[in-house]
């Protein structure tokens, strides 16, 4: 069995997902926009050019206002938020962690029931839940709170709770962070080996262009569509952060592994296991915490 998470992580996954693609998407455009304004402008001598050259400019222009007064980025940022939220408090409520261990709460179904369901209110009023509402898939908001896994899943015994744990959430996660770690590596590696080569080839032509190897008149002789593109690459690099990505996330499964390892020992007092799921998740927050951070600006 796999936990079933509530309808309100789904529906943040989904539009932080939906709002991410769109944020890249109108980058690409932009610097493709870019791109084809440099070849466009060279050929001032063609009238058509021109008008072609002030078509992309002004889509250009269009892409950037857009952006800035959607800010869809801040969407994201919110909704992953929101969404990593949302799997922290549903693993401490399945778990029998804080804040749901209380005697009060912990013996009475119905009133730790009813602390789940005033947290997720507090989450969704917290990261403005209300803002993203809107563009929110309508099945997915509707899904349930309490799904029947995480009933189920509460019913486990101390071993059960602790093999599930370990599996689903520790093990879980440390190999999507290996996984992303080892994926921003060779991207990031990818992406250097060809602003290098672009930077060489520039160079190349520009040094055959001053020994009159390549004439002026030469139709391949502009070279600025390659500086254009060198620094829009660079700026894409730039923007998807592989490089600290890779060495964040690297550092995040070996910190991980320890959680694995401090598990193995725990021994059959309950209190100590919901002790550990509770030092366990506040690890897990931190990057949740680093999207609150991010919407924020």
Same mark, same amino acid.
């Given at each position: ?66 952006? /800035?007064? *959607?800010?869809?980025?801040?969407? +994201? $940022?919110?909704?992953? =938020? ?8 549903? %693993? ?75 599996? /689903?959430? *520790?093990?879980?996660?440390?190999? +999507? $962070?290996?996984?992303? =770690? ?8 990818? %992406? ?98 680093? %999207? ?6």
């Amino acid at each position: 069995m796999k936990l079933d998470f509530p309808g309100l992580y789904k529906c943040a996954s989904d539009v932080s997902q939906k709002a991410q693609d769109k944020y890249l998407n109108l980058i690409r455009v932009e610097y493709f926009f870019l791109f084809i304004t440099a070849i466009t402008a060279l050929m001032k001598f063609e009238v058509i050019y021109f008008i072609w050259t002030f078509v992309l400019v002004c889509a250009l222009l269009f892409s950037q206002l857009y952006r /800035h007064f *959607i800010k869809p980025e801040q969407t +994201w $940022y919110r909704a992953r =938020a929101l969404a990593e939220s949302v799997k922290t408090i549903t %693993w401490r409520y399945v778990m029998g962690s804080s804040p749901f261990n209380d005697k009060s709460i912990k013996n009475d179904e119905k009133i730790s029931t009813q602390e789940f369901l005033n947290r997720l209110e507090e989450i969704k009023e917290v990261n403005d839940f209300a803002s993203i509402a809107p563009i929110a898939e309508t099945d997915l908001v509707h899904n349930s709170a309490i799904t029947d896994s995480m009933k189920e899943i509460r019913l486990y015994s101390l071993e059960e709770k602790k093999e599930f744990y370990l599996k /689903h959430r *520790i093990q879980d996660q440390k190999l +999507w $962070y290996a996984k992303k =770690a080892s994926f921003n590596k060779k991207a990031n590696r990818n %992406w250097m080996v060809t602003i290098v080569v672009l930077i060489v080839l520039y160079l190349i032509s520009m040094i055959l262009i001053a020994s009159k190897h390549i004439l002026s008149t030469d139709w391949y002789s502009n070279v600025e569509p390659i500086l254009v593109l060198i620094t829009a690459l660079i700026g894409w690099v730039q923007i998807k952060k592989h490089g600290e990505l890779a060495s964040s996330y690297i550092l995040t499964a070996h910190e991980i592994q320890k959680l694995a390892e401090e598990l193995s020992l725990l021994g059959d007092d309950p209190d100590e296991f919901e002790r550990f799921v509770d030092s366990a998740e506040q690890a897990f927050s931190r990057e949740h915490t680093q %999207w609150v951070a991010r919407k924020k600006f």
